[in-house]
């Protein structure tokens, strides 16, 4: 506590002023109280300052645990669990195949009836004029469903709607969709190529447009259109 010297009241250690007066305690002495008295630890509790110094709290010794002399009993042994049973697995059935249907036999692989049977297929007539055209052609323009048949001979030949033309198409097919000179057939050394002459409605080799003024090879059995005019070419073999 500190006293205040005006007025004599105890503030609180700490204090800067006092609490009655409002005086500056600052510098003023800490008043102790006469009656305090440090405690002082048992002599036993006591940290000794130096070894020796005093006999500390004998330490109680452990107490002796007791041996039996009878055998320990061996632990039981532990029970091995049996082995897990097999899961049930139904055995494979065999499913049946239905038996296949049997597959028709082609017209080719019939059996053929003896010549003395069957009656002689019949070999359509054929022109003289018609059979010297064949003769000396090199190539041959079908149209679709057999007729007409177009034989080339010439090395040149023009195609198109007009009678001016080697191959003239508007007498035989009535289509007015071939261009007056549609395309023309030349023959080479390396080959027959076909050529579009700048049609309004185009020439075909197997679906696929040709360009203008530029000579594709064709081949036999090649399905050629003029137009709305289809073709098939036929190459006369060698020998």
Do not use: W
């Not at 041959?140 to 080697?166: H, M, Q, W």
């Not at 027959?192 to 696929?208: A, H, K, P």
């Amino acid at each position: 506590m500190i006293r205040c010297p005006r007025c004599d009241y105890e503030s609180l250690t700490g204090s800067m002023f006092c609490e009655k007066c409002g005086y500056n305690l600052t510098g003023v002495k800490i008043r102790l109280n006469p009656d305090y008295q440090p405690r002082q630890a048992p002599r036993s509790e006591r940290v000794p300052d130096f070894p020796g110094s005093f006999s500390a709290r004998p330490t109680p010794a452990p107490r002796p645990v007791p041996i039996s002399s009878a055998p320990v009993p061996a632990p039981p042994p532990r029970p091995v669990p049996a082995p897990p049973t097999p899961a049930y697995t139904p055995a494979p059935v065999a499913t049946p195949v239905p038996a296949a249907a049997p597959s028709p036999v082609p017209a080719y692989a019939q059996p053929v009836s003896s010549p003395s049977s069957a009656p002689a297929p019949s070999v359509p007539a054929i022109s003289p004029e018609e059979a010297a055209l064949r003769a000396g052609a090199y190539c041959a323009l079908e149209a679709r469903g057999g007729k007409p048949v177009f034989y080339i001979s010439l090395e040149n030949v023009t195609i198109g709607r007009t009678a001016d033309n080697d191959v003239a198409l508007e007498a035989v097919t009535g289509s007015r969709s071939v261009s007056r000179r549609h395309a023309r057939i030349v023959r080479q050394n390396a080959g027959v190529f076909i050529e579009d002459l700048g049609s309004s409605n185009g020439t075909y080799v197997n679906g696929t447009r040709l360009l203008p003024e530029v000579q594709t090879q064709i081949y036999d059995n090649d399905e050629l259109r003029f137009g709305a005019s289809h073709f098939v070419f036929h190459l006369r073999r060698k020998g």
